[in-house]
């Protein structure tokens, strides 16, 4: 890869014809029209999110370096920011009144607004910009190596960045917009920040159905213009969860929506008797505070039991009971675990520590019994683990 050095490019040569586009969150255009300032393999800007983006204007007033920016040369006079976009991007925001800094009195000041030199100090600064110029393999290698620095790429930014082409932008446009009308009803079963690829890293994971790796599927449809196969797979897990639980309940976002569709959705459910009994599932008090799992529990017709967070006894119930059973244990002459005093070895008359010892339900949850002390038992450790895994 052959590489120029330029260091006679100043802020006001790149920010010549800067066009942001807000809808998608990301600067479009610079350096007169020359310079793509996003392409499809660079992260959305999220400098502004991250409160940096007054950092740029701050440390080019206090004369700080910028460090090294680097372009690709794609044509004549024609280039891409292989490395920089987030800082070129809030000196263009800037200097096109997006924002505001402020400085030690709280005072806020847009670039109009700022003292003449200090103006011309920022659109003089000049920028430390290497050219760059290769194979598309060794640009990609390269972005690679340099975005290891600063904000990392996450795994969906990196994949889109290596397996750029008509699909990563289809599936940005769609997936990738926080401005999608859509974007607030997907919020409600998925996690993350759209601009940081989340979304679209979630509908990826679904389509695949664990039949192959999400950068295997994306290298198999880089050169498709068509995303149908992403947008009607998710929208059918998105539809099938409504169409079950009705209205979103916050705890269902961030659930593995995609492997409980393919495990529970030829199934067929009452959306009226989900609903109460995920509401009733949802007011049990012996149910600790994450229920995140009471939704598969009743998908799965109540049968994994595993998946709720059953409300453990406290100490002191742990203590009085535990009491209470060697008391009477001591007094009859047998171990205080009472499946170790119906055996015939040497732990019948064995008096376990507390420390030695689980407390277990006689009923159990499951069947309607109470994280109370007059439904606890007290269990050598060997015989609980052995109660629950029959």
Known sequence: MKTTLRTDITVRDICEG?????????????WGGKLVIQPEYQRHYIYCELNKEAAVIDSVLKKYP?????????????????????????????????????????TKWNFSSLNPPEKELILNT????YICEGEEK???????????????????????????????????????????????KWQCYVNGNPKRQDILAEALEWVTKGECKVD?????????TNISELQNYFDSVIDWAKGVFGSPYPGMKGLEWGRLYEKYHTEPYNTNDVRARIEELLEDNFIGNNKKGIFEYVLGREENKALLNVRIFNDDIKKK??????????????????????????????IWKLSEMDADHV??????????????????????RAKGNR
């Open 216 to 224: 295997e599927y994306m290298a198999r449809h880089r050169y498709d």
């Open 363 to 384: 009923t159990a949850w499951s069947r309607g019994g109470d994280s109370t002390i007059e439904n606890c038992e007290m269990l050598c450790k060997t015989h609980n």
């Open 138 to 184: 060794e640009i990609k290698e390269w972005f690679r190596t340099i975005n290891i620095e600063g904000v990392p790429l996450n795994e969906q930014e990196t994949f889109n960045a290596i397996y750029s082409g008509p699909f990563v932008t289809n599936a940005k446009k769609v997936y990738s917009n926080s401005e999608n009308p859509q974007m607030q």
């Open 126 to 129: 000049p920028l430390t910009i």
């Open 321 to 350: 009971k535990y009491k209470e059973q060697t008391d009477k244990a001591m007094a009859e002459g047998h171990s205080n675990c009472p499946y170790c005093a119906m055996g015939d070895n040497a732990n019948k008359t064995r």
């Open 66 to 106: 910028l460090g090294l920016i680097y372009f690709v040369k794609v044509a004549e006079n024609k280039y891409e920011i292989l490395d920089g976009q987030q800082r070129i991007t809030s000196l263009g925001r800037f200097l096109t009144e997006k924002f505001a800094i402020t400085d030690d009195n709280k």
């Open 18 to 30: 800067f066009v942001y586009d807000k809808n998608e969150g990301k600067g479009l255009y610079g």
